[in-house]
């Protein structure tokens, strides 16, 4: 199967609430190239101010796979082309786990329950996974409107 990857970095915003049943939200804001001083794990906050902070956390591959072509295709046809971040709580710290430009596994996987946020995807990516969708994607083959009775 052709795959193709990149090397990301995502950007978690905790961001304060005047609420009285939550204090705080967390919500993956950005996609950035690997920084090349960046060890992946290794999560660093970026923005530090009274009602928000950004914290990096780089090292994650978005993978892209010639079977999902279709769903790429959806992502960066639409208005606004998303990396989707999916992401769990670790402790007080919302660690992302996973990134994909697929529209279908993006999801799947909110449908089992997990956090999955829409980050904006940057110019030269969308380019790169558009270039990645039209050369793998197959329209799926046309059947007749009466094929099963044909052979009779």
Known sequence: MEESS???AVIMERMRLANKWADHRWEAIGVVPQPDDAAP?????????????HWLFPGFALRLRADEAEDYLLNVT???PRVFVVWRMDGELARPAWVTASYGSAARTLDAGEH??????????R???EAFARAHYRPPE????FA?????
């Open 41 to 53: 794990g290794e999560a660093r906050v970026v923005v530090d101010e009274r009602d928000r902070t």
């Open 127 to 129: 380019e790169w996974v």
């Open 142 to 145: 046309k059947k007749g409107r």
């Open 6 to 8: 990149v090397t990301l």
């Open 148 to 152: 099963a009775t044909r052979h009779a």
């Open 78 to 80: 639409a208005a606004e």
């Open 116 to 125: 999955v946020d829409g980050a904006p995807m940057p110019a030269t990516l």
